[in-house]
């Protein structure tokens, strides 16, 4: 028991009441244990303490490092978390969501690709291991939140209708408001009414609130007192909210950011069943209105099934590019001969699409064609293409940039 008491004092990873709960076996390592039983699941102890050391690992590895609150109260928070998010991992699991290993090794790459400087995909584990960050357990997390990520759009995302008339009044709100020709660095604390709030009860909510932007004013660190009382998901990350283009900031946001400037923190406000506090931790002009590069194409698509295999796919295709050589249209060939629902009765026609559209094969392909040539027979996931640029562009997206941020932001607030 010496040893275990030793290993408490010297560690800043083992709160007091986790210590206290933790066992040992006979050879003193220790024994997992249940942190809380939830439904028909568990929080493990040893989860909890693996996200308390990430929390702390977190804030003593920014620039000023963030004061954290005491033992007790953070892992009072974490297993709040924890325990919500078993609640919906419980539910993703019942209505067969599911994140592939494709889609995790996607999501570790853009990671790496936001580091300063780069890390390769392959690099990420040494990376993380140099952190004292286990490169399993990181997957697994990562595993967690796209699953969330995508509960929440089932649920939530999904059921909201965003209609013209508000992407209209959006945009024109964009177009006057300061807000929308800045980005912003924010943090937020967010502290929700319980249902069928009295009045006593939204009382009670309005002295609380008011005495945390006290503290504030008096000098309270405004990370602390996210980590101590905030109920908002990134809560454990000093209510750091991160950048975002004004268009991407909620809307309930809006009006008190016109005012403000870095540095600033705005007095408590209510929406809805919630009271907020906002801090500008940084800002900066937005960026100037977009263009993207675009191509106009055309393609014929053969697919393998029982009877064709691939190389009768692709003699296909050749002969189809020795009638286009001899003078036949390309288009009147594909609507003969193309298997893409689509395009075939258009002749192929792919119209204009920007980078990003099409898979990497079919994109590449896109990308070495000359104006008007006509590529040789590839293959694809979906079967054997020949395409065929017609035309190129630069293209002025910025409105649609516009509408695309709206409904966003509108989904969000």
Known sequence: MSKFKNLCAVSALCFAPLCVADELSETGDFLDGVAAVVNEGVVLKSKLRSQI?????????????????????????????????????????????RVSDQMINQAISRIGAQQNPPVAFEDMPRMLAADGIDYAEFREQLREELTLDQLRNIDVGQRIQVSPREIRQCIIDLEINVVANSDYNLSHIILSLPEGASASDIAAMETRVDEIYRLIQDGADFREMAIRHSEGQTALQGGSLGWMAGEQVPSLFTDVLATMGQGDVSEPFRWSNSYHIVKVDEMRSAVAPSTI???????????????????????????????????????????????????????????????????????AVLDSLALGETSEPFQTQFGWHVAQVMERRVYDNTEELKERNCIGRIRQS
Do not use: C, M, Y
Request: glycine share 6%.
């Open 53 to 97: 050391a990430s929390i702390i690992r977190q804030a003593e590895a920014q620039p000023e490092p963030i004061p954290l609150p005491p033992a007790d109260v953070l892992q009072e928070q974490i297993l709040e978390r924890l325990i919500v998010a078993e609640v919906q991992l419980q539910r993703a699991q019942r209505i067969g969501l």
């Open 293 to 363: 590069n675009q191509t106009k194409a055309r393609h014929i698509l053969v697919t393998p099934n029982e009877i064709i295999d691939d190389a009768t796919a692709r003699q296909k295709l050749n002969d189809a590019l020795a009638r286009i050589d001899e003078g036949e249209e390309f288009g009147e060939i594909a609507k003969i001969l193309s298997d893409d629902p689509g395009t075939a009765n258009d002749g192929g026609d792919l119209g204009w699409v920007s980078p990003g559209t099409f898979v990497d094969e079919f994109q």
